[in-house]
């Protein structure tokens, strides 16, 4: 590649980008909409997002907070989370299969929305029954995770691994996110069902609203769906492994 | 020179979504109770936020009295003073104030405003009123649960808030956690809807730049509002769990009673960072609607257009983001890094540039101004002295080393009063005044209205005003009574006095507004549709009171802002935004 090649493509870039600007603030400056592919819906679930991610960012700096807080010491996770497989020891094994459980059901979600707005209803729904199977059964991981950690003496309140905090951050926060998936599950089931029957293409009014719905609400359930995984990594990084 | 001049403001582009499909309500009960209408949703929501703002009202003569007359009324006990001081707070502060400029006036003036039928999510803002209706009886249930409501101060700080020793540590404590969840979960729901509905719901020619300023200033308080709000959300949860289930997120080792305690290694000032992160913009949040209702009715009831209005919707902008990061000057005498409290103390001054930016626009509003002292524009003056009052108040409380020494007396009560208390109320009046025409078709008295102006805003000097110097000799906030303390002069207990008595007739006098209020209703001048000859969208609605959809066939086009009063050449002094342009014309 010349010099010159170079200096042509900086100057293209730079010249997107103005541009690019320009366009946010034309439509900034515009009357109607302030984003101009965003229905009200979309709108709505981003900026709830926004919201929730102050929520579990609030979360997860308390916990750091009160770990640094504790005069007692943090048990050490990786062996606390280590499940006994065949007699031998393997750290982090449940909460690494649950992470790729996750992230799998996220590539199925993206692929319902690209059915649904396909209009292939069938695959669409189905592909949502899949993400939703993904999610209970992440959920149901958690649960037995749970279990095994009460029956081995964490509490809320005190654990004999080390400091209290542990046990109180880690039920706090893997169960807020956990019931955000559980919420996620419900919402995927009543939205397959009506993809299904095919309520987006005859305007069947919904059971609360009264109101029509529309293909997009997929997508809107995508964003939450990714959000949700999204904040899933970050607690994995934070709780996990640190 | 040629006369003919273009029209500036060529017609607005088409319309980009289709009209939206309304649920139209068949039953008395879904068109006045679980009614999906912004309009009827906004009065529930006022209606509700004035009847708990009573029982604060209430609360705050028990507390006035006890501290005028100690222990002269048996039943004003310790016990039932913390329980007033800590109630009167979180009810006026979040309850009443939050729950009236948002839920109360957002949800009318808005969609009004912006030129759209309804909020974008009608059955959202449903379920958001009453979630917060459930959160008030939750409030109040407190006081029919065993030890009554808690006592620890609206602050709740951990640890003393869940000891023994606390009244309400059995039940109101845990009652007002729950209710403050639930408050932050309906508050949610309807902040999603005022921001959508700002941003992706107005009318063709309503630009952001073309809003009325109580649009921007409810936008600006509703984006800080979920911005803040999971602060005292997360803090809620945790202080919950520390009290019902034993855990120690805040409470340290401690020795209560002479018995060490199960609680271990906990930070009680991370509380105070979580609820001071939501405290300090819930502040902005009850300020910032304040600030836009109060330049929409000096302009209208000064026939002027407002002055420097980009600098004033910046100004909120300005404000909004500052306030983000002021939170650590409620903390001083909680011990702090001096480079933090260096930090705070010059954020917080720094807001002072955007908020005296506005206050000058305001006088310089009214400067050779078309003034007319009707009641809403008396109560918009009362609002400016009051607020600058308080404002610079607030710079000497921003300062750590004056702050450390004020902190814990009535200087900071008077400082607060004025600013966040008695200037929005005043706000609230004034607006109340002013679009109660539009609310009901009939116009409140006005000769009652000045009487009321006049007992509130002179009486809440009479109140507010001496408690500063009281402050200052050193007198202590929050104690139950006082006993005999040499640095306190007898003359400052005939002092106390004279504040509760003005108290206690400032309070009764608001049965005239409440008067004027329902009698005005059936008894009231006709309005007409425009009686203040206001140009802003929300007075040019086909029906008055507007219809369910507000707009009737067609939804309105806009040509112009909000403030064009005085426009040389144009048939009257003023333009409605959705008038089509005339020859010569040169509003933004």
Partial sequence: MTAEHVTTEHAMTEQTLRSRLLGVVADWSSDQRSFKSASWGKAMMWIFLVS???????????????????????????????????????????????TFDLITSSGTMAMAVNFAYARERKKAAILMLVTAFFGAAFVGMQAFEWSKLIHEGVRPWGNPFGAA?????????????????????????????????????????????????????????????????????????????? | MTDATVPQNVAPPPAEVEDVELYHAHSWITKYVFCQDAKVIAIQYAGTAITVGILALVLSWLIRLQLAFPGAIPFIDATVYYQSVTMHGMIMVVYMLTAIFLGGFGNYLIPLMVGARDMVFPYVNML?????????????????????????????????????????????????LVSLVLFIVGFTMGGLNYIVTVLQARTRGMTLMRMPLTVWGIFAAAVMALLAFPGLFVAGVMLLLDRTLGTSFFMPSLVELGERKDYVGGSPILFQHLFWFFGHPEVYIVALPAFGVVSDLISVHARKNIF???????????????????????????GMDPWFGFFFAVTTLAIAVPTALKVYNWVLTL?????????????????????????????????????VPLSATLFVVAHFHMVMGIAPVLVIFGAIYHWYPKITGRMMDERLGKIHFWITFLGAYAIFFPMHYLGVLGMPRRFYEMGETAFVPASAATLNIFITVTALAVGVAQAIFFYNLFRSLKYGAPAGGNPWRAASLEWQTPETPPGHGNWGKHLPVVYRWPYAYSV????????????????GEHSP
Wanted: charged share 10%; net charge negative.
């Fill in chain 2, 367 to 403: 400067w050779h101004a078309d003034i007319h002292f009707t009641t809403p524009m008396l109560f918009a003056l009362g609002f400016l002295v009051t607020f600058v009052n308080g404002g610079i108040t607030g710079l000497y409380l921003g300062n750590v080393i004056v702050d």
């Fill in chain 2, 308 to 334: 420097g209005y980009r600098m004033m919707v910046w100004a909120i902008i300005a404000i909004g983001v500052l306030s983000m990061v002021v939170w650590g000057h409620h903390m001083y005498v909680s």
């Fill in chain 1, 52 to 98: 929730d991610t102050f929520v579990f960012s609030c979360f997860l700096i308390s916990y750091m907070t009160v770990r640094m807080s504790t005069t007692v010491e943090w048990p050490h996770p990786s062996e606390i989370f280590a499940l006994d497989i065949g007699g031998k020891k393997i750290p982090l094994i449940l909460i690494a299969i649950m």
């Fill in chain 2, 568 to 583: 040389p050449g144009a048939p009257e002094d003023y333009l409605p935004q959705n008038a089509p342009p005339v020859a």
């Fill in chain 1, 165 to 242: 905090q542990f046990g109180s951050s880690f039920f706090m926060i893997t169960g807020f996110h956990g019931f955000h998936v559980s919420v996620g599950v419900i919402f995927l089931l009543i939205i397959a069902r009506a993809v299904w029957r095919g309520d987006y293409d005859v305007g069947r009014p919904g059971f609360f609203t009264s109101r029509k719905g529309r293909y997009e609400i997929v997508e809107i359930m995508g964003l939450y769906w990714h959000f949700v995984d999204l904040v899933w990594v970050f607690i994995f990084a934070f709780f996990y492994l640190w």
């Fill in chain 2, 128 to 176: 958001s009123y009453w979630v917060y209706l459930i959160a008030t009886l939750v409030l109040v249930a407190s006081y029919f649960v065993p030890g009554g409501p808690t006592g620890a101060g609206w602050t709740l700080y951990p640890p003393q808030s869940i000891l023994t020793g606390t009244p309400g540590h059995e039940w109101g404590i845990i009652l007002m």
